[in-house]
């Protein structure tokens, strides 16, 4: 009897101790599990993942993110990754529901058998996962019981291929790389199905900890937990034994050890063309939008012809730069105690190493200084005894560090350099064979630029370049850069004067004239500092007459002008000032090329873009481009011979005649104005050169009927550019270049001709109407709008007066022109310099 009360004791008062335990551990989790985060949302959850950029032809060109993420689904990622995860994790996770009873009290066991010295978790991976979407990363009771709480419930909500898919895309395994997808290119950039098993289970080794399992750092240690996880994968059933054995004794390769080229290696550099993307999606999507949400963005860029329009517009500023004749170099030394490992001290150097202009600029120290001559260690190049000779350098006089300049140009290596500086060079080899010939000492010039390119018809850009380097300055001179355009904005003027009954052969007086001004007396001058007297328009606009322009600009109104330069874009509100119609107020190269695009398309408004189509993660059309329909485009089969028909459904902003009116005199621009020496192509091309006062800015812009481009240059703090510099002479050379590879990919023809129109021939010195067979270099044929009879003879003055012994040119008499030697030995032709008295006007010629 008294062991039956004894035992009746002990059991009463440990079924009191577990109903005491039990409902205090239901209080517990009964407080605990009040108000804790909605387990319901990770159903939904849509993790931050990368967004990136295509090219046309479907090639990744660039990617942005805050995380590195690429998300698979539980089905596209292979079994062996799963299992490599749950073996190193959670190997009891198919079973358990949400915790695993048996593993923490084996974790619990071995705290107490090592006496706290080996302590390890026991959470589960669903446990994890809440840990991660949910709850914070703190070592706390309350923490845990949350998670096991949160856990149970989640497990009743996802499966459990749901609750790892969650698991493996969010976990961060170093190397900014977050999932299991972005690790696998990151470490050894390749897809999840490419994995081996030791490179599984490498990446099972990184969720606790990715520093302490580091490839190169930590090798030894990475590979021993790596045989662990392969050891559990072969105990748990998913490796053989013969698979088990020949993972654990193969080395850890991984991109970080140099066995794999980086993924990122086989991506274009980042450009000026993928970071205008991001600033204008950034802009339309938002920030964190963009960068978290996954976005497949279609970008229009034409890679061969940004690499043409790169190296056109670097040649150009380069050709300026060798001009002046003036070294200034990189400003970055390694010091004298580095030169023994100058390859590590040159790496950490920010210089350029994107400029490509035939061949490749490499980063390069001088090494030792000889008689005449230096010997160079260069980046990525074998050897520490390369030469730079002293032949190489005599076009440079040196600038020191206060900004003086040498009194002559070098004849030494020493003249320029010393031992340590950091310098550019590119090899020369022979235009022949190819064969090297020496190394050529380079220097980023300090005159910058920008080019842009686009389709007429739908505005897609085809290639932006927004400076000499990328790597060198980020600033897009093509999109944010805000310069005078000079004579480049005269089309407009002559739009709106097209628009308001001139014609091509409309007279207006070449004349001196005189405005007061708050700023003082403008005396606006032609380029040549000549007068012309009576001239037709198409005159006016192919030799770049400024006082024609002044005159047209004060008879239509200034307001008219504001009015057609906004209607095209070229500015938001501009300012009704008479300098603005020589271009004397700011805009973008990006908008000016846009606005001439419509002018070769017809008069309709073309929307610029660098993006033709924007997909979510989901693949969901966000944003399209191009709106114009094509029913034929649906259609199984056409007619041999008939090609789709694409409806426009655009804003007509200018007149169809008065378009092909205007581009028909920018055409006698390039054939025989002020691009014609500089523009020389085997297609029909219109465009208008642009120098602005004191040439501080040079422009050209031009199009064929199916592209429009323009180049612009100036330094970025404005100054004057130097005598003889000029739109024509420095950005037509660009214009001529990238266009000869333009229309070998896409073609050219003549510039349509509207139906409403007649051609008539016109003596375009005078005006004068000509007979239909009359011929000769004063013949042009000039198009009429139909039912507006041109009128001849009357002249239009602006309301200016004219002197009546004013100097006349002859008929046929052009400005005069003169030659002149560079500092490189090449002959250029210059006209001479026209003064603009006290107030900057903007357009020259």
């Known amino acids: 009897m008294l062991c039956l009360r004894i035992l009746g004791a002990i059991f009463s008062s440990l079924t009191l101790a577990a109903v005491f335990g039990a409902v205090v551990l239901g209080?517990?989790?009964?407080?605990?599990?009040?108000?804790?985060?909605?387990?319901?949302?990770?159903?939904?959850?849509?993790?931050?993942?990368?967004?990136?950029?295509?090219?046309?032809?479907?090639?990744?060109?660039?990617?942005?993110?805050?995380?590195?993420?690429?998300?698979?689904?539980?089905?596209?990622?292979?079994?062996?990754?799963?299992?490599?995860?749950?073996?190193?994790?959670?190997?009891?996770?198919?079973?358990?529901?949400?915790?695993?009873?048996?593993?923490?009290?084996?974790?619990?066991?071995?705290?107490?058998?090592s006496r706290g010295a080996n302590l390890r978790g026991a959470s589960t991976i669903t446990q994890q996962v809440m840990k991660n979407f949910l709850l914070d990363g703190s070592r706390s009771a309350e923490r845990k019981i949350k998670e096991l709480i949160l856990a149970t419930r989640i497990e009743g909500t996802l499966d459990k291929e749901g609750i790892l898919e969650l698991y493996l895309n969010e976990i961060f395994l170093g190397q900014n790389s977050f999932g299991v997808a972005a690790a696998a290119q990151t470490y050894f950039n390749k897809s999840l199905d490419d994995l081996l098993p030791e490179e599984v289970a490498y990446l099972a080794t990184l969720p606790k900890a990715p520093s302490k399992y580091h490839p190169v750092r930590q090798r030894e240690r990475a590979i021993a937990r790596r045989n662990f996880v392969l050891r559990e994968m072969n105990e748990n059933g998913f490796l053989s034994d013969i698979e088990y054995e020949m993972a654990r004794k193969k080395p850890l390769k991984t991109v970080q050890s140099g066995d794999f080229a980086s993924f990122r290696s086989n991506l274009?550099?980042?450009?000026?063309?993928?970071?205008?993307?991001?600033?204008?999606?950034?802009?339309?999507?938002?920030?964190?939008?963009?960068?978290?949400?996954?976005?497949?963005?279609?970008?229009?860029?034409?890679?061969?012809?940004?690499?043409?329009?790169?190296?056109?517009?670097?040649?150009?500023?380069?050709?300026?730069?060798?001009?002046?004749?003036?070294?200034?170099?990189?400003?970055?030394?390694?010091?004298?105690?580095?030169?023994?490992?100058?390859?590590?001290?040159?790496?950490?150097?920010?210089?350029?190493?994107?400029?490509?202009?035939?061949?490749?600029?490499?980063?390069?120290?001088?090494?030792?200084?000889?008689?005449?001559?230096?010997?160079?260690?260069?980046?990525?190049?074998?050897?520490?005894?390369?030469?730079?000779?002293?032949?190489?350098?005599?076009?440079?006089?040196?600038?020191?560090?206060?900004?003086?300049?040498?009194?002559?140009?070098?004849?030494?290596?020493?003249?320029?350099?010393?031992?340590?500086?950091?310098?550019?060079?590119?090899?020369?080899?022979?235009?022949?064979?190819?064969?090297?010939?020496?190394?050529?000492?380079?220097?980023?010039?300090?005159?910058?630029?920008?080019?842009?390119?686009?389709?007429?018809?739908?505005?897609?850009?085809?290639?932006?370049?927004?400076?000499?380097?990328?790597?060198?300055?980020?600033?897009?001179r093509a999109t944010q850069a805000k310069r005078q355009p000079g004579s480049s904005f005269k089309p407009f003027v002559y739009a709106a004067a097209l628009d308001s009954g001139y014609s091509p052969a409309t007279i207006v007086i070449d004349a001196p004239i005189e405005v007061d001004t708050p700023q003082g007396l403008w005396r606006p001058k032609n380029y040549s500092d000549k007068f012309y007297g009576p001239t037709p328009v198409r005159t006016g606009i192919e030799q770049s007459r400024n006082l024609m322009t002044v005159r047209l600009a004060q008879e239509l109104g200034m307001p008219t002008i504001a009015l057609y330069a906004e209607k095209f874009g070229v500015y938001d509100n501009m300012k009704p000032y008479l300098s603005a119609s020589l271009g004397s107020e700011e805009t973008t190269l990006y908008k000016m090329v846009s606005a001439y695009a419509m002018f070769a398309n017809g008069g309709e408004r073309v929307q610029p873009t660098l993006v033709d189509r924007v997909q979510d993660r989901n693949g969901k059309t966000v944003f399209l481009h191009d709106q114009r329909s094509c029913d034929d485009c649906r259609t199984p089969d056409l007619m041999a011979g008939r090609l789709p028909k694409i409806t426009s459904n655009r804003e007509r902003v200018m007149d169809p005649v008065t378009a092909y009116q205007l581009t028909a005199m920018m055409e006698g621009v390039v054939e025989r104005g002020t691009a014609s020496r500089s523009v020389n192509l085997p297609v029909p091309v219109a465009g208008k050169t642009g120098t602005t006062n004191e040439a501080k800015d040079v422009w050209f812009v031009g199009f064929t009927s199916n592209i429009s481009a323009g180049c612009y240059m100036g330094m970025d703090q404005p100054q004057p550019l130097g005598r003889g510099a000029g739109g024509g002479g420095m950005c037509g050379p660009v214009f001529n270049r990238f266009m000869e590879v333009a229309i070998e990919r896409y073609g050219a023809g003549e510039f349509t001709v509207p139906d409403n129109g007649t051609f008539i021939n016109i003596n375009r010195f005078t005006g004068a109407r000509l007979q239909e067979d009359a011929e000769g270099d004063h013949v042009v044929a000039e198009f009429f709008r139909d039912g507006s009879e041109p009128i001849f003879g009357v002249a239009f003055d602006g309301g200016f007066q004219v002197s009546s012994n004013m100097p006349m040119f002859a008929e046929g008499e052009t400005e005069e022109m003169q030659q002149v030697i560079t500092s490189t030995g090449k002959t250029i032709t210059v006209a001479p310099q026209a003064s603009f008295g006290s107030l900057s006007s903007g357009g020259l010629y």
């Open 27 to 113: 209080a517990i989790f009964l407080i605990y599990g009040q108000g804790l985060p909605s387990h319901d949302e990770l159903a939904s959850y849509q993790p931050k993942t990368i967004s990136r950029i295509y090219s046309g032809e479907g090639h990744i060109i660039d990617e942005f993110a805050t995380e590195r993420r690429l998300f698979a689904s539980a089905d596209e990622i292979p079994d062996l990754v799963k299992a490599a995860f749950i073996s190193a994790e959670d190997k009891n996770f198919y079973s358990h529901a949400g915790y695993d009873p048996a593993g923490m009290a084996a974790a619990l066991r071995d705290a107490i058998v």
């Open 268 to 476: 274009p550099r980042r450009d000026y063309p993928t970071d205008e993307i991001r600033r204008q999606l950034t802009r339309d999507f938002g920030t964190a939008e963009f960068f978290t949400g996954g976005y497949s963005v279609r970008a229009t860029i034409d890679p061969t012809l940004q690499q043409v329009a790169a190296q056109s517009l670097r040649l150009g500023l380069e050709d300026y730069d060798r001009a002046q004749g003036v070294y200034h170099g990189t400003g970055q030394v390694i010091a004298a105690e580095q030169l023994g490992d100058w390859r590590a001290a040159l790496s950490k150097l920010d210089v350029p190493r994107d400029i490509v202009i035939n061949q490749l600029w490499r980063p390069a120290v001088v090494l030792e200084l000889m008689k005449s001559d230096a010997r160079l260690g260069i980046e990525g190049i074998e050897g520490d005894a390369h030469i730079l000779p002293a032949s190489d350098v005599t076009w440079a006089k040196k600038q020191n560090s206060d900004g003086s300049i040498s009194k002559s140009a070098a004849k030494r290596v020493k003249d320029l350099l010393s031992v340590g500086d950091v310098i550019l060079v590119s090899p020369v080899v022979n235009p022949e064979d190819g064969v090297f010939v020496n190394w050529s000492l380079r220097q980023v010039p300090k005159i910058q630029g920008g080019f842009v390119a686009m389709d007429v018809h739908t505005g897609r850009v085809l290639a932006m370049q927004g400076g000499f380097a990328y790597q060198h300055s980020v600033f897009n």
